[in-house]
């Protein structure tokens, strides 16, 4: 009965491969949200959809590109990763009349 | 500088003791909210508290809103080893209630490690 879902939980790559990461969530929201957070544990969010629609884009490479292919399903693909990808990756969703974001457990991203 | 601060970096306590952690930001807020994550874990919305309220509780959890100062503050009360975790303080602009989206700006956190 898990909330918010991401697989895998680990990934580890060399430099310069492209993977996903995928994101899902059973709780009816509209939203789904992508955040990185570094090894100083600062949370920075990277993309935001609301039903399938990318919202928010923020400072991010366009190596980086998120997909939604419903709104319960939000995934992350990167393109020739670089060691500066490394990080922990959440997905978070947020209902439509709620402020509070729920987050999936994470993905450690480590690129060698 | 980041918006959302947290102060002080790292806070070690023994059980039983309160826990206060502030958080600091930089522009207008609809509301501010406070996440906890355990570690290797997602975070966990423990509170919120609009632009116009200034104090909220929730069981062991006080949070105060200084909008003029753009300050925030949580207590936990009577902490336990299972409080030990990080702690986030949350912004979302002041355009962002409502039918907005919901953008929200952390700090980097307070590290609270609660001894036995």
């Known amino acids: 009965d898990t909330a918010v879902s991401q697989t895998p939980k680990y990934l580890v790559t060399q430099m310069g491969n492209d993977k996903s990461i995928k994101c899902e969530q059973n709780?009816?929201?509209?939203?789904m949200y992508w955040y990185k957070q570094d090894s100083k544990k600062f949370l920075k969010i990277m993309f935001s959809y609301n039903n399938k629609e990318l919202i928010i884009n923020e400072t991010v490479p366009n190596r980086f590109s998120p997909k939604s292919p419903d709104k319960a399903h939000l995934n992350l693909h990167i393109n020739s990763l670089e060691l500066g990808d490394s990080a922990v990756y959440f997905c978070a969703s947020r209902g439509l009349a709620a402020r509070e974001q729920y987050f999936g457990p994470g993905t450690r991203l480590t690129v060698t | 500088s980041q918006q959302g601060e947290e102060d002080p970096q790292a806070l070690s306590i023994q059980e039983g003791e309160n826990a206060t952690m502030n958080c600091s930001y930089k522009?207008?807020?609809?509301?501010l909210q406070w996440y906890r994550q355990n570690s290797g874990r997602g975070l966990v919305h423990l509170i919120l508290?609009?632009?116009?309220?200034r104090e909220k509780h929730s069981g062991r959890l006080r949070v105060t809103l200084d909008t003029s100062k753009k300050s925030s503050s949580l207590l936990i009360t009577a902490s336990r080893a299972a409080d030990t975790a990080s702690y986030f303080c949350a912004t979302a602009g002041a355009n962002a209630g409502g039918t907005s989206y919901g953008k929200l700006t952390f700090g980097q956190g307070t590290i609270l490690t609660v001894h036995p």
């Open positions: 508290i609009r632009s116009n309220e």
């Open positions: 709780l009816g929201h509209d939203t």
């Open positions: 522009t207008s807020i609809n509301n």
